[in-house]
C-alpha cells in the first residue's frame, strides 16, 4: 500500500497530497452555514440535506461502534442506489472502520471470498430488494467466514442507531476503505485505497470534470464502482458541495424521470448503457432532460461511432473517461476537439501521472502500441495481503493488462487487453472462474470460455463446450442455470455456447484461444 519514501514526500510537500480524511466531507459541509440545509442526497423516496445527512451518520457510527465495530475493522457493504448507502459508507468512515465495496450483484462465490480476504466482521446489506433475499446471502456468508460476527439490514438502519459521538480521528495517509478490482482472476482482489491518494483523485476529477456546488450527479451504475463513486462520481459530488441523486434502475424509463424531477446535470454511463440512452433519444421522447450537461462514458471503450451519436441525441457534452479501480484516471476534456472527444479515451488527468509501454517482455514501446504500465500519487503499489504481485513491474510501477497507444497530445486510444478477462459492458468475468464452474456440470468434459464481440455490451462470453457425449450436449439454458445455481453473479452466466470436439491448438500444443475467437467471426 505504501509508496517509496521519496515519492510520498514529495506528494506531501508539493499539495498533492492533504489533510483531509473521507469524514470530512459530510462534517465540513454540515457545519458551513452556506451548505447546512442544502440537499445532499435524493433517491426516488427521500432526500437528505448536509445537516441531516451528517446527523444520521453520526447516529449510526455510534450505534455501529456500540455493536462493537472497531477502528479498522472491515464491514462489508452490499446496499443497491439508495440514500441508505450513502448513511451506512460514511457511518463507517466517521467510526474509522473501513468499508468493503460490494457489489448487488455479487452471489455467495463472490462474497464469500470477499469477506474471507477482507476479515470483514459485519455485513451491510437489505433483507430483500428485487425479489432477491440478500439477508439469506449475507447469513450464507457468515456461516462460511468464521470473522463475520453482525448482519446489518440496511432497509432499517435507524435501529442501530446511539447517540453521537467523538470516534476520533483518522491519519490521512491511513487506510480508508477496501475497494475490488475487476476481478480477472475470478474473485476480485481487494484494493487498499488511503485518504490521501483517493481525495487527491476526487478533488483532481473536479477540477477537470468542471464540478461544483450546481452539480446535480446521477448515480445510474452500482454506486460501489469507482467510476460513480470517484470519478468525480459521489465524493466529488459532494465535495465540492453539490447534490447526488441515486436511481434504482438505469433505464431511461426510470432515471430520466429522476433527471427531470431533479434537474440532473451529469451523469456516468458505460458503453451499453450509454447506447441505450442514445438510440431512446434518437426516437424521441417526452421527458424534459435540457438540464443534463455532461454525459460520461468510461467502464469499457465506447465505440468511435457511438461516441459520435451521443451529443446530438443528449443534446449533451461528452466526456470519455478511461481508468481503473487501482488508480489512474484519464478524461477527454470538456473543450477538447470533436476527433479526441469521439476517437480516444482521454488523457491522464494529473500532472503527476506517470505512463509507459512496454512490450511483452517489459521492454518500452517506442512506436505502436503495447502493455500500460503506471505509478502516480493515486496508483496502488500492491493489493491487499500482496496479492497478484506480478500485477506490479518490480520497480512498483501497476501492470494495467491494457493495451493502448498514446496520440500526440498524450491521449490514450485502448486497443483491448493482454489477458482473457472478458469486459461484458463494464462487467469484467474472468473466463477461468467460469469455466470452473462449467466443468462441474456432469455433461461437460472439457471447456473454454472466449469474448464474443458485441455492439450493445462490447463483449459477450461464449463456451466452447467438448460435451461428455456428442449426441446430447448440454443446452445453453441447461449451463446457464447449473452456473446460476453454483452462486455466480448473473453477469459471469455464459451468453453463448458452441458445441465442438476438440479445441484448436497452437503450435506448441496449447489450446488457442486466439483461433477460438476467430471461429466466432466466421
Known amino acids: 500500500m505504501s509508496w517509496p519514501s521519496e515519492l510520498a514526500q514529495k506528494y506531501r510537500q508539493n499539495g498533492v497530497w492533504s489533510d483531509e480524511t473521507f469524514d470530512d466531507i459530510v462534517a465540513r459541509k454540515a457545519s458551513d452555514p452556506a451548505f447546512a440545509d442544502k440537499v445532499a442526497v435524493v433517491d426516488a423516496d427521500r432526500s437528505l440535506t448536509y445537516a441531516e445527512l451528517d446527523d444520521r451518520v453520526g447516529r449510526l457510527a455510534a450505534g455501529l461502534a456500540e455493536l462493537g465495530i472497531a477502528p479498522d475493522d472491515r464491514v462489508l457493504l452490499q446496499i443497491p442506489n439508495s440514500v441508505a448507502y450513502i448513511e451506512a459508507v460514511f457511518a463507517v468512515f466517521r467510526m474509522r472502520a473501513l468499508p468493503v465495496f460490494g457489489l448487488p450483484a455479487h452471489r455467495a462465490t463472490e462474497l464469500v471470498g470477499v469477506a474471507r480476504s477482507a476479515d470483514a466482521v459485519a455485513i ?5 430488494t428485487r425479489g432477491f433475499d440478500y439477508r439469506a446471502l449475507a447469513e450464507t456468508v457468515r456461516e462460511q467466514v468464521d470473522t463475520v460476527r453482525h448482519l446489518i439490514d440496511s432497509d432499517d438502519l435507524e435501529q442501530f ?4 459521538r467523538d470516534h476520533g480521528r483518522a491519519d490521512p495517509e491511513d487506510l480508508g476503505f477496501l475497494q475490488l478490482s475487476g476481478g480477472s482472476t475470478g474473485v476480485p482482489k481487494l484494493i487498499p485505497r488511503t485518504h490521501a491518494d483517493y481525495l487527491y483523485s476526487v478533488r483532481r476529477s473536479n477540477e477537470v470534470c468542471g464540478v461544483d456546488q450546481d452539480t446535480v450527479y446521477l448515480v445510474v451504475l452500482p454506486a460501489a464502482h469507482n467510476f460513480p463513486m470517484s470519478s468525480p462520481g459521489i465524493l466529488g459530488a459532494l465535495h465540492a458541495g453539490g447534490t447526488v441523486v441515486l436511481a434504482a434502475a438505469p433505464l431511461p424509463s426510470v432515471a430520466w424521470e ?3 424531477r431533479d434537474r440532473v446535470t451529469m451523469v456516468g454511463l458505460v458503453p451499453p448503457l450509454a447506447r441505450i440512452w442514445t438510440e431512446t433519444a434518437e426516437g424521441g421522447t417526452d421527458f424534459d432532460l435540457s438540464s443534463l450537461a455532461t454525459v460520461q462514458v468510461g467502464g469499457a471503450r465506447c465505440p468511435d461511432e457511438l461516441a459520435r451519436r451521443i451529443s446530438p441525441a443528449l443534446g449533451v457534452t461528452l466526456q470519455q473517461v478511461f481508468g481503473m479501480a487501482e488508480g489512474l ?20 488527468m494529473s500532472e503527476w501521472d506517470e505512463l509507459r509501454l512496454v512490450d511483452e517482455d517489459g521492454v518500452p514501446v517506442t512506436d505502436g502500441p503495447g502493455f500500460l504500465e503506471t505509478q502516480g500519487p493515486y496508483t496502488i503499489r500492491t493489493y491487499w495481503k500482496d496479492a497478484s504481485p506480478s500485477s506490479f513491474a518490480d520497480d512498483g510501477w501497476y501492470r494495467t493488462g491494457d493495451v493502448v497507444e498514446l496520440t500526440g497530445r ?5 486497443r483491448g487487453r493482454g489477458t482473457d478477462r472478458i469486459n461484458r459492458g463494464g462487467e469484467k468475468v474472468s473466463a477461468e472462474q467460469v469455466e470452473e464452474h462449467i466443468l462441474a456440470h456432469p455433461a461437460v468434459r472439457d471447456v473454454i470460455v472466449v469474448a464474443s464481440s458485441d455492439q450493445y455490451l462490447g463483449e459477450r462470453t461464449c ?3 467438448i460435451p ?9 439454458g441447461v449451463l446457464r442455470a447449473f452456473v446460476r445455481a453454483s452462486g455466480l453473479a448473473e453477469w459471469k452466466l455464459p451468453d453463448a455456447i458452441k458445441v465442438i470436439e476438440a479445441f484448436p491448438e497452437t503450435g506448441v500444443g496449447k489450446v488457442s484461444r486466439k483461433k477460438l475467437r476467430e471461429l466466432l467471426t466466421h
Not at 442507531?161 to 453521537?164: G, K, L, R, S, T
Not at 470538456?334 to 488523457?347: A, F, N, Y
Not at 498524450?410 to 485502448?414: D, K, S, W
Open 124 to 128: 451491510i446489506s437489505p433483507a430483500s
Open 161 to 164: 442507531w446511539a447517540e453521537p
Open 258 to 260: 429522476l433527471v427531470q
Open 329 to 348: 484516471v484519464c478524461y477527454t476534456g470538456l473543450d477538447d476537439p470533436e476527433d479526441e472527444v469521439t476517437g480516444t479515451q482521454g488523457r491522464p
Open 410 to 414: 498524450g491521449n490514450l486510444i485502448v
Open 463 to 465: 463456451a466452447y463446450v
Open 468 to 476: 461428455a457425449d456428442l449426441a446430447e450436449p448440454p443446452t445453453l
